[in-house]
């Protein structure tokens, strides 16, 4: 037997459509000419104040930004559950969430709506931030921040530029180029005239929405200054609500473990071939993972592989040079420490090798996916390579060798069918494909 619910818990269990109902009704019954209840007042301020703070607006501007917060209001975002009969908010500590996007009302696409940190890291580094000033549980977490030195230096900026992310923990900003910053700045897709290097049409606002989103996740930076139009094996950034952000959807890769040998074959292919354009690629910018699981990986309709999760990428510049962070250490603040402990170390950006990203892929996902797929003696080929391309004490040019004989290898057990839709039918008439 199911347990009766109170109004706002029943709130709660509500679509953003059945829950507006349930506020107007309410409201109207406020201003009738009868008496309110004294408890009806609090019931509306909850329902009213439940999507704010589900999708964070209530801490902005210590947030991600408000770009797509609309769609969200005119219902054009809904939760997939919420084209069922009955309508449903999701449970709030999920990391994130399917859902259908759409321009029109009437055709939808799936996308999937992701926090940058749990709901869980949220409420800590919340904390950290009112502790840093020695402020209550509750404190406005905006005016703290705003307070901070590193953000007046912020507030003066007319550029964006090393000395600001000094200290930062993100690996993208290990190793920043000014090159590097003025693209962070030039796509920003949350302030409204983007296109230059200069932050002269940034508001006080849109600064500190920026300096967060660097301090806590850097992933929405990458799919915004890396964006999948350009060819980068990243998925497109719609915008973002409070903490939430909003991109294009996929499937993990993890769920294709099972998958038929062909179809092994392509998507190890394709992860080879992406760590290599991460390596190699006309912005002369050397993309690297400091740590891998299946769960970064994903696949879209067409079968193309991309990297879902683009928060354990750094970048160095190979065009400028690493401008490295000498005086990191004195520049630690509040924004080093909302996820990781202050005394979190990054390797100097000299010691990453261009074998690392092949290594901990090697190691961590390509023996799951390929493990027990093909005839002996292509499988016992395929098992040799992949033990050699995981030993991390191997040289570079060893390690890059072997992952170039393992696409030889992968490259011929992959099929010419409309499951890889990304090349079909392509491939029908260039080998290439």
Request: charge should be positive; aromatic fraction near 10%; charged fraction near 20%.
């Amino acid at each position: 037997m199911e347990p009766q619910l109170g109004p706002e818990a029943a709130a709660l269990h509500l679509g953003w459509p059945a829950l507006l109902l349930w506020v107007s009704a309410l409201s109207c019954s406020v201003s009738s000419p009868a008496p309110p209840s004294p408890s009806l007042v609090p019931r509306v301020r909850t329902s009213y104040n439940f999507g704010r703070t589900f999708l964070g607006l209530d801490k902005c501007n210590a947030c991600i930004g408000t770009s797509i917060c609309k769609k969200f209001f005119k219902e054009e975002i809904r939760f997939d559950n919420w084209l069922a009969s009955h309508f449903e908010l999701p449970l709030d500590y999920l990391p994130s969430y399917p859902a259908n996007y759409s321009d029109d009302s009437k055709t939808w696409r799936p996308v999937e709506i992701a926090r940058l940190i749990s709901k869980h890291q949220n409420e800590i580094s919340d904390r950290r931030i009112c502790a840093s000033a020695a402020a209550p549980k509750t404190c406005s977490i905006e005016r703290v921040l705003r307070k901070t030195g590193r953000f007046q230096k912020w507030l003066q900026a007319k550029r964006l530029t090393p000395d600001l992310v000094q200290g930062l923990p993100s690996p993208l900003l290990r190793c920043p180029s000014q090159r590097l910053l003025d693209r962070v700045v030039r796509r920003y897709a949350e302030v409204a005239d983007a296109g230059s290097i200069f932050m002269d049409h940034f508001t006080d606002r849109d600064k500190l929405r920026l300096l967060y989103t660097l301090a806590v996740n850097t992933h929405p930076i990458l799919l915004q200054i890396f964006p999948g139009a350009e060819g980068w094996p990243l998925p497109k950034y719609l915008g973002s609500c409070g903490r939430f952000l909003v991109s294009t959807s996929t499937s993990l890769l993890q769920e294709f473990y099972g998958a038929p040998p062909d179809q092994a074959a392509d998507l190890a292919y394709q992860l080879l071939r992406i760590l290599e354009s991460l390596r190699n690629n006309d912005l002369n910018y050397f993309l690297y993972f400091t740590h891998v699981d299946a769960a970064m990986f994903g696949i879209f309709n067409n079968g193309h592989l991309f990297i879902r999760d683009a928060s354990a990428l750094g970048v160095i510049d190979k065009q400028e040079g690493s401008q490295a962070a000498a005086r990191a250490r004195e520049n630690k603040d509040i924004f080093s420490c909302l996820v990781t402990g202050c005394q979190a170390e990054l390797p100097s950006c000299d010691t990453i090798p261009e074998k690392q990203s092949l290594v901990l892929v090697c190691q961590q996902v390509l023996p799951q996916l390929l493990q027990g797929k093909f005839p002996s003696p292509v499988q016992q080929q395929i098992d040799v390579l992949l033990a050699k391309c995981g030993e991390g004490a191997r040289p570079d040019s060893e390690v890059l060798g072997v992952a170039s004989q393992l696409k030889d290898i992968l490259r011929p057990l992959r099929t010419c069918d409309p499951r890889f839709a990304y090349r079909y039918p392509d491939c029908k008439y260039n080998d290439k494909f």
